[in-house]
């Protein structure tokens, strides 16, 4: 059974730091593909950043220079550093792993950026 497990989370002022980290277990084999969402309340789910096997990453645009993704292909997590947060961070996280035969979900991370 895959299993994806979000860390990290938790309410943050604005202008400040959280490092986000999702955990692969199970019949996992060979990521090719590691990223993030967000869902917002009231919004669609949207893309925030992916990092390929290879360590090229994308970032969404509205986060790009702030955040950075980083994966570690032998302890199969990915991981999501968000610096200068600010309110419209704020949203539910979604890690997702998308293998040669399918995508796999987390169960998502609040993230919530308030004063």
């Known amino acids: 059974q895959v299993q994806l497990v979000e860390s990290g989370g938790g309410l943050v002022q604005p202008g400040g730091s959280l490092r986000l980290s999702c955990a692969a277990s199970?019949?996992?084999?060979?990521?090719?593909?590691m990223g993030w969402y967000r869902q917002a309340p009231g919004k669609q789910r949207e893309f925030v950043a992916t990092v390929a096997s290879g360590g090229n990453a994308n970032y969404a645009s509205s986060v790009r220079g702030r955040f950075a993704i980083s994966r570690d292909n032998i302890r199969r997590t990915v991981s999501l550093q968000m610096n200068t947060l600010g309110p419209e961070d704020t949203a539910v996280y979604y890690c997702y792993v998308v293998t040669a035969r399918n995508t796999y979900w987390g169960q998502g991370t609040q993230v919530t950026v308030s004063s």
């Open positions: 199970g019949s996992i084999f060979s990521p090719v593909v």
